[in-house]
């Protein structure tokens, strides 16, 4: 249940505020961190060029033209000396001449394409060139001559700086770290606001559900708190209608079914004694039928059979009636099951007529109600006999339940839409077997028997032909004698 809520709602709700703030802040850092960036090294470049350009308005002066290797090495080593960190490497060039701030460093960095664009262009060119794991900033200009009131001269002369961001890199570096600590932290400020949020949701959501699990336990009065106006609220309010909607209808149902009940065991009642009464008079006619003529013998006989079915059926329903209104008890015995099993099939005649297969004399005791079990046994044989097949076998066995009581025929079996509904009262269906005698209550009674003794039936069809019911009770031993209610 745990996992199955972790996968639920909370988890979506954390999920999606944590992509939200995920996406959020990996797009305001980048942006943030780009325009950062580009603010650093552009006020690095500016800085550079700057400087450059002062330097060489300075010593330009001073640089003859054309001028030999040793006055461009000096230049540069003039030039590169004004940077009081040391780290400018200066090149320049004049033609096939050059002079550097490093001799022997061969300016890796200064690509032919550079050169050609410095000298194509009065204009300051740069770029930003990675190598061997750094970064560098190469600025190349071009010396002009001219004043004021005359045009610029261009002399040939090109210089080149080479500047590593080091500083700059390093600024980078920790602007990268605190975009990476600021999207950890709308991270978890994210789950956070989840966590929050889900409660807020999940409080009514969860309330929701054990008012709903309360309304399936048979709690029809459960209501809900009523809180604020939004969608939850909204459903917390429809949840109250539904539930009083539901109990008034409950209610009304079960007063209902009270008053059939009533009536069908007032009826019962109210009918047993002109019942007693036919059967007396029937048991009359019935002795003097062989002096009557063949008509009246065959309306008294048939007068005679339909009474004996109404009284069973009476006899039926107010047992019913007990079970329904809970008054059903059971009035326990320590019996041996099997010795039961043969006195019910003598008392009816089935002795020839069933076939046995029972356990020897005590090997399968219990406490039981003897009438109960008997009517058990009783309905389940007579129904096979009535609508099954012959031969017809009861069988007794002791299980790890308690004691296991089969029936079975050799008819055709129950269809498996019927087998469902066989133990429903007054149940019939066209394909099911007829049910020629009897209240139809039969095998609704052996079920309520079976019920209260704590155990179960169920019926099947036997994979050698035929319906087998199953009955299986449990063995209570060494209990003193009380009355236990359904």
């Given at each position: 249940?745990?996992?199955?809520?972790?996968?639920?709602?909370?988890?979506?709700?954390?999920?999606?505020?944590?992509?939200?703030?995920?996406?959020?802040?990996?797009?305001?850092?980048?942006?943030?961190?780009?325009?950062?960036?580009?603010?650093?090294?552009?006020?690095?470049?500016?800085?550079?060029?700057?400087?450059?350009?002062?330097?060489?308005?300075?010593?330009?002066?001073?640089?003859?033209?054309?001028?030999?290797?040793?006055?461009?090495?000096?230049?540069?080593?003039?030039?590169?000396?004004?940077?009081?960190?040391?780290?400018?490497?200066?090149?320049?060039?004049?033609?096939?001449?050059?002079?550097?701030?490093?001799?022997?460093?061969?300016?890796?960095?200064?690509?032919?394409?550079?050169?050609?664009?410095?000298?194509?262009?009065?204009?300051?060119?740069?770029?930003?060139?990675?190598?061997?794991?750094?970064?560098?900033?190469?600025v190349?200009?071009?010396?002009?001559?001219?004043?004021?009131?005359?045009?610029?001269?261009?002399?040939?002369?090109?210089?080149?700086?080479?500047?590593?961001?080091?500083?700059?890199?390093?600024?980078?570096?920790?602007?990268?770290?605190?975009?990476?600590?600021?999207?950890?932290?709308a991270?978890?400020?994210?789950?956070?606001?989840?966590?929050?949020?889900?409660?807020?949701?999940?409080?009514?959501?969860?309330?929701?559900?054990?008012?709903?699990?309360?309304?399936?336990?048979?709690?029809?009065?459960?209501r809900?708190?009523?809180?604020?106006?939004?969608?939850?609220?909204?459903?917390?309010?429809?949840?109250?209608?539904?539930?009083?909607?539901?109990?008034?209808?409950?209610?009304?149902?079960?007063?209902?079914?009270?008053?059939?009940?009533?009536?069908?065991?007032?009826?019962?009642?109210?009918?047993?004694?002109?019942?007693?009464?036919?059967?007396?008079?029937?048991?009359?006619?019935?002795?003097?039928?062989?002096?009557?003529?063949?008509?009246?013998?065959?309306a008294?006989?048939?007068?005679?059979?339909e009474?004996?079915?109404?009284?069973?059926?009476?006899?039926?329903?107010m047992?019913?009636?007990?079970?329904?209104?809970?008054?059903?008890?059971?009035?326990?015995?320590?019996?041996?099951?099997?010795?039961s099993?043969?006195?019910?099939?003598?008392?009816?005649?089935?002795?020839?007529?069933?076939?046995?297969?029972?356990p020897?004399?005590?090997?399968?005791?219990?406490?039981?109600?003897?009438?109960?079990?008997?009517?058990?046994?009783?309905?389940?044989?007579?129904?096979?006999?009535?609508?099954g097949?012959?031969p017809?076998?009861?069988?007794?066995?002791?299980?790890d339940?308690?004691?296991?009581?089969?029936?079975?025929?050799?008819g055709?079996?129950?269809?498996?839409?019927?087998?469902?509904?066989?133990?429903?009262?007054?149940?019939k269906?066209?394909?099911?077997?007829?049910r020629?005698?009897?209240?139809?209550?039969?095998?609704?009674?052996?079920?309520?028997?079976?019920?209260?003794?704590?155990?179960?039936?169920?019926?099947?069809?036997?994979?050698?032909?035929?319906?087998?019911?199953?009955?299986?009770?449990?063995?209570?031993?060494?209990?003193?004698?009380?009355?236990?209610?359904?």
């Open positions: 249940m745990r996992k199955r809520r972790l996968r639920g709602l909370r988890a979506r709700l954390v999920v999606a505020f944590g992509l939200v703030a995920t996406v959020a802040a990996i797009t305001t850092g980048a942006l943030t961190f780009r325009e950062a960036r580009t603010g650093v090294l552009q006020q690095s470049q500016d800085a550079t060029i700057r400087q450059l350009r002062a330097q060489l308005n300075q010593h330009a002066t001073e640089l003859a033209v054309p001028p030999e290797e040793s006055a461009l090495r000096e230049f540069a080593q003039d030039v590169a000396a004004t940077e009081s960190q040391g780290s400018w490497r200066v090149l320049v060039t004049y033609g096939d001449r050059s002079g550097s701030s490093a001799p022997g460093d061969p300016f890796s960095e200064v690509t032919p394409a550079l050169r050609k664009a410095v000298g194509s262009s009065r204009a300051t060119v740069f770029q930003r060139v990675r190598g061997e794991g750094r970064t560098s900033l190469v190349g200009m071009s010396i002009l001559f001219g004043g004021r009131d005359t045009a610029a001269t261009v002399t040939g002369v090109h210089v080149f700086l080479v500047v590593p961001q080091t500083t700059e890199q390093a600024y980078v570096d920790a602007l990268v770290a605190a975009v990476e600590r600021a999207m950890v932290a991270l978890a400020l994210a789950v956070v606001l989840a966590l929050l949020a889900a409660r807020g949701v999940l409080v009514p959501v969860r309330k929701l559900r054990f008012a709903t699990r309360r309304i399936a336990e048979g709690r029809l009065d459960t809900l708190a009523v809180n604020g106006s939004d969608e939850l609220a909204d459903l917390s309010h429809t949840f109250n209608e539904t539930a009083a909607a539901l109990e008034t209808s409950v209610a009304e149902l079960r007063e209902m079914e009270a008053r059939a009940r009533r009536f069908a065991a007032d009826v019962s009642h109210e009918l047993r004694t002109p019942l007693a009464a036919m059967s007396a008079v029937t048991d009359v006619l019935d002795e003097d039928a062989a002096r009557l003529d063949p008509d009246t013998a065959t008294v006989r048939l007068i005679s059979e009474t004996v079915k109404l009284a069973r059926l009476v006899d039926d329903l047992e019913i009636s007990r079970f329904d209104a809970g008054a059903a008890v059971l009035h326990l015995d320590e019996i041996d099951l099997a010795e099993i043969r006195r019910t099939l003598a008392a009816r005649g089935w002795t020839d007529t069933v076939a046995t297969d029972l020897p004399p005590h090997a399968v005791r219990g406490r039981v109600d003897p009438r109960r079990l008997d009517v058990v046994v009783a309905n389940l044989v007579g129904n096979a006999l009535k609508h097949a012959r017809v076998q009861v069988r007794l066995s002791a299980g339940a308690g004691a296991v009581i089969e029936v079975w025929d050799s055709p079996g129950i269809p498996h839409d019927v087998l469902p509904h066989v133990f429903e009262r007054f149940y269906s066209d394909t099911a077997r007829i020629s005698e009897g209240s139809g209550l039969g095998l609704s009674i052996t079920a309520e028997n079976v019920r209260i003794h704590g155990g179960t039936v169920r019926a099947a069809n036997h994979p050698a032909g035929g319906a087998v019911f199953t009955v299986e009770l449990p063995l209570r031993r060494d209990e003193s004698p009380e009355e236990n209610p359904s």
